[in-house]
């Protein structure tokens, strides 16, 4: 009886072990996410800030809005894979869908919060005069790329499996 009692309480000790360490293990891996997704938000917004500025400067003048964008759309695509593939990389984030699927979407958080923040406050716009000044194409093009710039992460594990 005695021994009965010993293993049962071995037992729950260890599933109370199992249940602490798979909680640290959903926070850690969260918080790599985070990580990883702000460490991708940062390095796509900075080659976007880079590449917005030339736009404005140089492209625009010349070639007019929509054929800007659209110019600087495939640069950024590049520029949203590399980040995506070197920050999964750099920080292991696990190829698990959850892990993924969350850097992109903290990343994509981030963008829209820094672009609603600087873009509508700098040209004083609500959000809805904003998405109806965009153009039709290019704007439909730029919309496209933040679904992708969410999913990139995962898409690159997809790659690596299929590999």
Same mark, same amino acid.
């Given at each position: ?8 309480? !071995? ?14 293990? @959903?926070?850690?891996? *969260?918080? $790599? ?9 940062? !390095? ?5 800030? *880079? +590449?917005?500025? /030339? ?5 625009? #003048? ?7 964008? +659209? $110019?600087?759309? #495939? ?5 949203? /894979? ?11 984030? #696990?190829?698990?869908?959850?892990? @993924? ?10 963008? +829209?919060?820094?672009?609603?923040? *600087?873009? $509508?406050?700098? @040209? ?8 109806? !000044?965009?153009? #039709? ?8 790329? $933040? ?7 995962? *898409? ?8």
């Amino acid at each position: 009886m005695g021994l009965e009692v010993m293993q049962s309480s !071995t037992d729950q000790n260890l599933n109370s072990y199992n249940n602490e360490d798979k909680s640290f293990h @959903r926070l850690t891996s *969260l918080w $790599l996410s985070v990580k990883a997704g702000l460490i991708y938000f940062v !390095t796509v917004f900075g080659v976007g800030f *880079l +590449l917005g500025f /030339i736009r404005v400067v140089w492209i625009e #003048p010349q070639f007019g809005v929509r054929l800007a964008e +659209l $110019l600087e759309m #495939p640069l950024m695509l590049m520029a949203v /894979i590399v980040a995506a593939y070197w920050v999964v990389k750099k920080l292991a984030v #696990p190829p698990a869908l959850w892990s @993924r699927l969350s850097m992109g979407l903290v990343a994509l958080a981030c963008l +829209l919060g820094a672009e609603w923040g *600087l873009v $509508l406050g700098l @040209r004083g716009l609500s959000m809805g005069e904003y998405i109806a !000044t965009r153009d #039709p194409i290019a704007g439909t093009v730029y919309y496209i790329m $933040l679904c992708l710039f969410a999913v990139m992460p995962w *898409l690159i594990v997809r790659q690596e499996q299929s590999s």
